[in-house]
T-cell receptor, first 117, second 109 residues
């Protein structure tokens, strides 16, 4: 593992099903983030975690939940998927929540393309 | 509300120079980022500006004017591999990144 690993790469999911998107980082970054990216829109923050054991809501948290039991893992769960949750999901991390890693920016995973039908 | 504006799409010629503009209105300012995103891939960090002025990094330069709420990314000696989307993002007063929708740059030979 180098950087951030997301799984699965893509998934087709029936509406109403529960789904967990996995995210693991090996950089010992304190802060982690989940974004969704939709055509014509900027990346939108779903949930974030500034450090292990804490989480917070972003711009579009409804229908999603997260946990941060340790530094490395930050799974995103869709309790009951709906078609509007069809999107590309990116997990990201930074070594500090303020200044987005001292100006070094976020490191992103390769994304999960989710289609809810 | 918070808003970041950048052109939806731009076209340029290989070997030329292109400037991608970004204007922002955010609650507070703690820095501005530019990211590159190739189709189907993750965004990758290009530059960070927190003070006014120009930051140069090889063929890419980024400029910031905080008083005008304005930044640009300048790409010189364009190569075909520069065809990508370029995302502008501002770190607001809560240290959350606010993202523009991105500018799709098309490079023609």
């Amino acid at each position: 593992i180098a950087g951030i690993t997301q799984a699965p790469t893509s998934q087709i999911l029936a509406a109403g099903r529960r789904m967990t998107l996995r995210c693991t980082q090996d950089m010992r970054h304190n802060a982690m983030y989940w974004y969704r990216q939709d055509l014509g829109l900027g990346l939108r923050l779903i949930h974030y975690s500034n450090t292990a054991g804490t989480t917070g809501k972003g711009e579009v948290p409804d229908g999603y939940s997260v946990s941060r039991a340790n530094t490395d893992d930050f799974p995103l769960t869709l309790a009951s998927a709906v078609p509007s949750q069809t999107s590309v999901y990116f997990c990201a991390s930074s070594d500090s929540p303020d200044r987005a890693g001292g100006g070094h920016g976020y490191t992103f995973g390769s994304g999960t393309r989710l289609t809810v039908v | 509300g918070q808003n970041i504006d950048q052109p939806t799409e731009m076209t340029a010629t290989e070997g030329a120079i292109v400037q991608i503009n970004c204007t922002y209105q955010t609650s507070g300012f703690n820095g501005l980022f530019w990211y590159q995103q190739h189709a189907g891939e993750a965004p990758t960090f290009l530059s960070y500006n927190v003070l006014d002025g120009l930051e140069e990094k090889g063929r890419f330069s980024s400029f910031l004017s905080r008083s005008k709420g304005y930044s640009y990314l300048l790409l010189k000696e364009l190569q075909m591999k520069d065809s990508a989307s370029y995302l502008c993002a501002v770190l607001d007063s809560n240290y959350q990144l606010i993202w523009g929708a991105g500018t799709k740059l098309i490079i023609k030979p």
